[in-house]
């Protein structure tokens, strides 16, 4: 596969994040960073929905690309597939998940109580709230030291227009339900999922396996919500694998 690989960050995190996997993909494969909306130089979205949100990163693809996502930015790459499939020539996600919160339906989420905290506790106090969002993000990890270390080194910095942009994409992840939309999906799809995530469990990943047609799904043992640091070298040769087919 061909089409250039652009990386999609998570919620709180710099698209630099992605730096210790791209490290360990194939010299010369051409990859992009693009931030969330709102944050580095992507414009922000004109309304906190995952649609406005896929748009405002779709004005930012020149053509068909291999879309790699990462949490939120994983739910943006299979938004995008949905609605501008034109732009998307295949589909790798690092603990993705189609809705955020649970529900009488929907198992593999954070309590709607656990979100409605984070997000009074981001308008109160940004600093403290990406912190315990790190926190969850390393639980269960048997390398949490390294992730933690990056996670920190990645994180957002406060100004109005980030802390803006982080509530929102608080909601967008709040307010997200893609699983009738995905039934259809007809995308390439690699799948890469902690067996410990704490955020995204990995039933959730299941679900996608189960759900899309075609879609392959590798799970890391003692690996949380963040593989791309946690085992960016076995990401790698996955992502290079899925390429090569």
Known sequence: MTAPLTFIPGWGSKASVWAPLIGHLRTGRSA?????PGLGDTPAASNATLTCWADTLASRLDGPAVLCGWSLGAMLALQLAVHH???VAALIL???TPR???GADWSHGLEQSTVDQFRRGFENDPAATLRRFAALQVMGDAHRRTVGRELEATRMTHTRDSNN???DGLRVLADSDLRADLIALDVPLRLLHGDSDALMPVGAAEWLA????????????GCGHAPLLSRPQECASLIESFLDD
């Open 210 to 221: 189960d759900n899309v047609a075609g879609a392959r799904l590798s799970v890391f043992k």
């Open 94 to 96: 690092i603990a993705p």
């Open 100 to 102: 955020f919160v649970a």
């Open 165 to 167: 942009a982080l509530a």
């Open 32 to 36: 992009r960073l693009l931030d969330l």
């Open 85 to 87: 499939p034109p732009l």
